[in-house]
């Protein structure tokens, strides 16, 4: 059955092939796609595999270059149990490079306490140092930096080069490559050195990274520094306007004043004592939550992956809703060519019949050649999207990095087989309704 099936869809080759392709560009496309999400995942676990510490930033920053702490918490979070050793970090991006401004890929300078980041016992930029060396205690206050072997290859400089960040000349000393697109885009210095050159305040960091000793785990040091640090106020550590912010003093004095006025222009004297009752009662609300407020999160590297697995699921219910467009013209495409299958071949299946083949008989020659174009979509469609993905990457490796692993493949090519037989079904029950007699006089 299946050469009779081949034989039916050579003997039309154009239309055969017009519906290949169709399906074809939409499983290619449903490859390219979702390849994007793979590779945000592929990127994220990389990178994250490579941080087994902790990163305690501030409450609500999506990630530390948008966070701010005091830099005086770093002696807390050393007295803490379990802590081994706290690595204060501050950020700032680059603008211009060697004169040139910089948009995309973008350019980070990341400052961190050269002396703290020694001590640690994995240090992912050292671990992965390729040229040069690692920061010395010497370093501490000079321009001296690292930089990723992507940066180095994109502005033609080695180790002993002078590169200039944001007007200030740099001496590059070392060069790293964690082979994440995430971590190779950052420039490392002494965190005073990128203080200075990013303007930021000496009282405070971006986060700190956290190594636990060999007393505990990272879940039950993550949980005493939460605890440690509940209740506390950033507010002073944000800028706000002048109006603005509960903490503020004038904000606290107009709700004073708004809450005496309502209780003495309104209010009886035997009311003004529940008046007052409420307001301490309300007061006490207050209190207790902000007493439970964390002004911080402590992340690990399995939460930074459960927020961003959170983000893939998003994107892909978007890429879901884009690939159906192309899937639904491929399989309409499906169904129109059996469809004109069934019409122009009414006599054929009436001889058929009676030579004695049956209406499921008839049915699984209908579906099967519409499987067969299932199959030769998906293997082209799957060939393709996949050949896309490593030009793609090859072509721009330090913007984009698009992954399509066996799964996706796989997937997708049962996905266009199942297209196909689901688009020859009702063609195939057209053909199978048809009597022996009322095909021929049909036909």
């Not at 939460?226 to 509960?246: A, I, K, N, V, Y």
């Not at 004095?253 to 309300?282: N, P, V, W």
């Not at 008989?361 to 209908?366: A, P, S």
């Not at 079904?425 to 309704?433: D, H, I, Q, T, V």
């Given at each position: 059955?299946i050469?009779?099936a081949?034989?039916n869809l050579?003997?039309?080759p154009?239309?055969?092939?017009?519906?290949?392709l169709?399906l074809?560009v939409?499983i290619?496309?449903?490859?390219?796609?979702f390849?994007?999400?793979?590779g945000?995942?592929q990127?994220?676990?990389?990178?994250f595999?490579?941080?087994?510490?902790?990163?305690?930033?501030?409450?609500?920053?999506?990630?530390p270059?948008?966070?701010t702490?005091?830099?005086n918490?770093?002696?807390?979070?050393?007295?803490?149990?379990g802590v081994?050793?706290?690595d204060?970090?501050?950020?700032?991006?680059?603008?211009q490079?060697?004169?040139k401004?910089?948009?995309?890929p973008?350019?980070f300078?990341?400052?961190?306490?050269i002396?703290a980041r020694?001590k640690l016992?994995r240090?992912?930029?050292?671990?992965?140092?390729?040229?040069g060396?690692?920061?010395?205690?010497?370093d501490?206050?000079?321009?001296?930096?690292?930089?990723?072997?992507?940066?180095s290859?994109?502005?033609?400089?080695?180790?002993?080069?002078?590169?200039?960040l944001?007007?200030?000349?740099?001496?590059?000393?070392?060069?790293?490559e964690?082979g994440?697109?995430?971590?190779d885009?950052?420039i490392?210095m002494?965190?005073?050195t990128?203080?200075?050159?990013?303007?930021i305040?000496v009282n405070?960091?971006?986060c700190?990274y956290?190594e636990a000793d060999?007393?505990v785990?990272n879940k039950?040091l993550q949980?005493?520094i939460?605890?440690?640090?509940r209740?506390?106020?950033?507010?002073?550590?944000?800028?706000?306007?002048?109006?603005?912010g509960?903490?503020?003093v004038l904000?606290n004095?107009a709700?004073?004043?708004?809450?005496s006025?309502?209780?003495?222009?309104?209010l009886?004297e035997t009311?003004e004592?529940?008046?007052?009752?409420r307001?301490?009662?309300e007061?006490?609300?207050?209190?207790d939550?902000?007493?439970k407020r964390?002004?911080?999160e402590?992340r690990?590297a399995?939460d930074?992956?459960?927020?961003?697995a959170e983000?893939?699921?998003?994107?892909?219910i978007?890429?879901?809703l884009m690939t159906?467009?192309?899937?639904s013209?491929a399989?309409?495409?499906?169904v129109?060519?059996?469809?004109?299958s069934?019409?122009?071949?009414?006599?054929?299946?009436?001889i058929?019949r009676a030579?004695?083949?049956?209406?499921?008989?008839?049915?699984r020659?209908?579906t099967?050649?519409?499987?067969?174009?299932?199959?030769?979509g998906g293997?082209?469609?799957?060939?393709?999207?996949?050949?896309?993905?490593l030009?793609?990457n090859?072509?721009w490796?330090?913007r984009?990095q698009?992954?399509?692993?066996?799964?996706l493949l796989?997937?997708?090519?049962?996905?266009?087989?199942a297209?196909?037989l689901v688009?020859?079904?009702?063609?195939?029950?057209?053909a199978?309704?048809?009597?022996?007699?009322?095909?021929?006089?049909r036909?």
């Amino acid at each position: 059955m299946i050469r009779f099936a081949l034989g039916n869809l050579t003997s039309r080759p154009l239309r055969s092939v017009l519906s290949v392709l169709g399906l074809a560009v939409a499983i290619g496309g449903m490859v390219g796609l979702f390849s994007i999400a793979g590779g945000i995942d592929q990127v994220v676990s990389k990178t994250f595999e490579q941080i087994p510490g902790l990163l305690v930033q501030q409450q609500g920053a999506p990630i530390p270059l948008f966070s701010t702490l005091p830099a005086n918490w770093e002696a807390e979070l050393e007295a803490i149990p379990g802590v081994g050793v706290v690595d204060p970090e501050v950020f700032c991006r680059v603008n211009q490079l060697d004169g040139k401004m910089i948009i995309n890929p973008p350019r980070f300078a990341i400052g961190m306490e050269i002396d703290a980041r020694l001590k640690l016992k994995r240090s992912l930029y050292r671990e992965n140092l390729v040229d040069g060396r690692f920061f010395l205690p010497a370093d501490v206050e000079t321009n001296h930096c690292l930089i990723s072997r992507e940066i180095s290859t994109s502005i033609s400089k080695s180790v002993g080069d002078v590169i200039d960040l944001n007007g200030s000349e740099f001496e590059i000393v070392g060069i790293y490559e964690t082979g994440s697109m995430m971590l190779d885009v950052n420039i490392l210095m002494d965190i005073n050195t990128c203080r200075r050159l990013g303007r930021i305040d000496v009282n405070t960091v971006g986060c700190f990274y956290v190594e636990a000793d060999d007393s505990v785990d990272n879940k039950t040091l993550q949980k005493s520094i939460e605890d440690h640090f509940r209740g506390r106020d950033l507010r002073t550590w944000q800028p706000r306007s002048q109006f603005g912010g509960s903490g503020n003093v004038l904000a606290n004095l107009a709700r004073r004043l708004d809450q005496s006025i309502k209780g003495t222009s309104t209010l009886r004297e035997t009311d003004e004592h529940h008046t007052d009752e409420r307001f301490k009662k309300e007061e006490k609300s207050h209190s207790d939550a902000e007493s439970k407020r964390l002004p911080i999160e402590v992340r690990s590297a399995d939460d930074w992956g459960e927020r961003i697995a959170e983000f893939s699921q998003d994107l892909n219910i978007f890429l879901t809703l884009m690939t159906a467009i192309g899937v639904s013209i491929a399989t309409l495409s499906i169904v129109n060519t059996m469809m004109m299958s069934v019409t122009e071949r009414t006599t054929e299946f009436g001889i058929l019949r009676a030579n004695g083949w049956s209406k499921s008989e008839i049915m699984r020659l209908m579906t099967l050649e519409s499987s067969l174009i299932g199959f030769s979509g998906g293997m082209i469609g799957v060939s393709i999207g996949w050949l896309a993905t490593l030009l793609v990457n090859w072509s721009w490796p330090g913007r984009l990095q698009l992954h399509a692993g066996f799964p996706l493949l796989f997937t997708s090519l049962i996905f266009s087989i199942a297209l196909g037989l689901v688009g020859g079904l009702y063609p195939a029950w057209r053909a199978s309704r048809l009597s022996p007699m009322e095909s021929i006089r049909r036909g």
